[in-house]
């Protein structure tokens, strides 16, 4: 099969290929030298599949790449044509786009997951649709903490005004969304993130 | 023309002395540590001690008499209270008695400064860790200059986790390189391994690692903590370094004294063809000269105080800190 590199990331690399002659994208968890073979081994096999069976659940639920094959460090899916919402500048559009993410955050924490990196550059926008891209720091949880967190890095990646778009699309999916944005409160309120500054960077 | 510097935000006192970036003196004392780890009054009285007897053999070995002073910095956080505010009194006196500026200096800016100023970088992603902080920082100019947390703990600093378990696992001097030392021998045990992001927890790391020493050897819970630690760090850094598209890294503080990690950071390096540097173990313990080094920067920089600015601030975070130098 042949791939090309379209994206290096800190832990895995995308690259474009075809699978079964449609437009693919395959993940790829790469050998970190600097951890011990046994630590390596063990994140990349296990972040590869709790990533697969994270996409699999939420597969119908949300908006998302569709799962085509899995192996022990890759993950094979459907390309997704689109803009992360990350370099997008349309104000407008970007609203409606981070509302709906909104949403889709809401529907995952309801089945008890959370993305674990919930930014604007892990939202593709398709066309009229946010696509959530990028499972692989999100695990199966119960947990305030962990979606509160999830409310927290956007937060922390987004405007005021944007994110009470984000919240607004939030509160209209989540079954009850009062705990985690309590739990938000709570986590702010801890000292460590009172005076985070909130400079823009890439990405 | 020199700067004094002082530094007194935990269990070592430093005083150093800086002369154009140039350190003519670097004096540490610490606060023995015993198996109570440390108790912030008792440092205090330490300090209070042997803060005058510092001073004096600091400004003798850098061969500077009065008129050579031009001015005092300290450090006004982050760091214990109680021992914050020897070296704030001891800062005053000196700017009284000689008459010379004052500059209330942020620790974490201190270790970061030297380490860049060691190694000639620019513009570095720093992973600054010690037994208070765990942080991966670098330089932002939006909303005004200033080093930006990129990611850090959500609970406890990895130096703190080190000590901790050497506490528990009966270690000692119960410090980090004691646990390095029993994590040379060791093998990999499955422990808990939490990034989140840019972020990462220690605690449930250093409960597990605890529960482990029933039925494992010290030395394959020591390592298997260790790699594990140094690992979340690295990864964290490494996303940082996706992200800024920084092309240095260095590290800085207490806990970049170990080997392992800076072998390890040198691989995540390596790997994307980034410089790495950090300073000498001198300057990775807490010491004067790094205080004193941007006491100097300040100065030069036009930054000016009253003596009423000039207080403590146990929590003064580094991304509140205005940078007004290059």
Redesign the interface.
Known sequence: MEMMMIAEGAEANVYRCTFMNMPAIAKRRIRKQYRIESLDTYLRTHRTKIEAKIMMALAGKINLPRVLAVSSDTIYMDFIEGKRLSIMTDEKAIGRHVEESGHWLAVMHDNDITHGDFTPANIMANGNSAYVIDFGLSYFTGSIEDKAIDLLLMKRSISKELFSIFIHGYDSAAKDSKPAKKKLAEIELRGRYQLRSLATVKG | MAVIGIESSAHTLGIGVIEGGKVLANEMLMYPITDKGIIPMKVADFHTENVRKAVSSAVKKAGISAQDIEAIGYTKGPGLGPCLGVGNLIAKSLSMKYKVPLLPVNHAVAHLEIAKHINGFRDPLALYVSGGNSQVIGM?E??FR?Y???G?T?DIGVGNMFDNFARKAKLVPSWGSTVAKAAESGR?I?MP?T???MDFTFTGLLTNAVAQLKGHSVNDVAFSMQ??AF?ML??AT??A?????KREIIVCGGVAQSKRLKE??L??C??HGTKFGFAPNEYNADNGAMIALVAEKMLRSGQHYSMMDCGVNQ?Y?I??VKITWK
Do not use: W
């Open positions: 932002e939006e909303p200033h930006h947390i990129y850090e959500f990999y499955q391994y990034v989140k992001g790699e594990t690992s690295c990864e490494e996303r370094l996706m992200l800024t598209e390890m950071l691989s995540v390596n790997a929590r975070r991304d509140s």
